[in-house]
């Protein structure tokens, strides 16, 4: 792995996440932005022996997340001889201004690092920001906010590590971990409690989640025994007919509701007493929070 230093991967691990994964991550956006021949423009510029410190600083307030892989960033470049110290901590709401971490080291190391590691913080505190704001909205109600696997290819496990930062919970990581029998899947299989059944034959161990679009739908795979019930685009009215329907009938499915969700009525969705409310927009539409590094 590029990060040497012993601390940094403690840290790391200590937000839960894995080294190998952060490095791998880390060392292609390196590989990428560095290129063949070096910071060129840094290397003409600043002399090698010149020492000093950055601070990374946020221009808009938001929820931080990834000053763990900031990290990772800064002691690759540098080979150890970066160090940051934290003002902040992932998952703290942090305002314009606020100091989120100070690196010190040799000049050269915080230019070459900075645009790789602002790239991670910016778009996972963007991630992290937006979940809050959904949590925000439906403060109260019991409901959860889950993400989707709508994520950017290689960056799944530290975009939905950024959910958990704004308060959100994460669905399936990958296609093994749990069913979801999509539209698509009832088409093939001849209906969907075919398809719920076809399933449970084959990965009995596995959880089963089953979406449907419709009352009937819903009653009937709740009746088969499904773990979870993903509501697609269903109206607040048809929402609460089977959040009734599934505790009068002693069911322990979970209700999730999915499809054309917004911000505004997120609050008028949760009270309907469904469980999660599912949203693609936490990964797939997040705006990055502005961050930037300044010398003095």
């Not at 990772?72 to 100091?99: K, L, N, Q, Y």
């Not at 019991?142 to 958990?164: C, I, S």
Request: one cysteine or more.
């Amino acid at each position: 792995m590029r990060s040497a230093d012993p601390s940094v991967r403690a840290i790391v691990e200590s937000a839960t996440l894995s080294p190998w994964l952060v490095d791998d991550v880390v060392s292609r956006a390196l590989v990428e932005d560095i290129g063949a021949e070096g910071d060129v423009t840094t290397l003409a510029t600043v002399p090698g022996t010149l020492m000093g410190r950055a601070d990374l600083v946020p221009r808009a307030a938001g929820v931080v997340a990834g000053l763990p892989v900031a990290a990772w960033v800064f002691d690759s470049v540098g080979h150890g001889r970066v160090r940051m110290e934290f003002g902040s901590i992932d998952g703290a709401t942090v305002a314009p201004g606020e100091v989120l971490a100070t690196v010190r080291g040799p000049v050269r190391d915080l230019l070459t690092a900075e645009r790789t590691a602002l790239n991670l913080l910016g778009h996972l505190s963007g991630v992290a920001t937006l979940t809050r704001r959904w949590v925000d909205a439906v403060a109260g109600t019991g409901v959860q906010v889950r993400d989707t696997r709508k994520t950017l290819p290689g960056l799944r496990t530290l975009e939905k590590y950024a959910v958990r930062c704004g308060g959100g919970v994460n669905h399936r990581m990958s296609l093994s971990d749990a069913a979801l029998i999509k539209d698509n899947h009832v088409a093939a299989a001849g209906g969907v409690v075919t398809a719920f059944e076809l399933v449970r034959k084959k990965y009995p161990d596995v959880p089963v989640e089953v979406e449907v679009d419709t009352v009937a739908q819903a009653r009937e795979v709740i009746d088969a025994g499904a773990d979870l019930v993903l509501l697609d685009n269903m109206p607040p009215d048809e929402l609460r007919e089977v959040v009734a329907y599934a505790r009068q009938s002693g069911s322990r499915a979970r209700l999730e509701a999915s499809g054309g969700l917004t911000l505004e009525r997120a609050a008028e969705v949760a009270a309907t007493g469904v469980d999660f409310l599912a949203v693609g927009a936490l990964t797939h539409s997040a705006p990055a929070l502005d961050i930037g590094m300044d010398l003095p």
